[in-house]
């Protein structure tokens, strides 16, 4: 995943990118693909305290290549994603959208939050 997230030069593309790959691959494993089905509502795995600890570790590796959060902005967005990728994954609405269409939604909406600003 941050193989291919580093891609990218600008840290909130790689974390959007990052993401795409998740959401992609996920449902592909056959270990992890049945944990996200349609509808299941135990997502307890998703919060873990390794999972966060995962996400955080991939966070602050993405953040330290360029990003300006602080520890618990890292923190919080770390959560925000899991939340998000579990959100897609579980319930992929009644139009699922393309990865184009979800690369765009996610630029317009975590890119501003992500991005450096103004002091």
Known sequence: MLA????RRDPGER??????????EIPADPRLGPLFKKGR?????????????????A????????????ARE???LAELILRLLHSFLTEPGTRP???????A???RWLLPAIRPRAA
């Open 105 to 107: 939604l996610l630029k």
């Open 74 to 76: 890292v923190d919080e």
């Open 4 to 7: 291919h997230a580093r891609r």
């Open 15 to 24: 974390i959007i990118e990052a993401m795409l790959f998740l959401l992609r």
């Open 97 to 103: 959208r393309t990865e184009p269409e979800l690369r």
């Open 41 to 57: 509502e135990d997502g307890r795995g998703m919060y873990s305290v390794v999972t966060m600890e995962v996400s955080h570790h």
């Open 59 to 70: 966070l602050r590796a993405v953040n330290e290549e360029g990003g300006t959060l602080t």
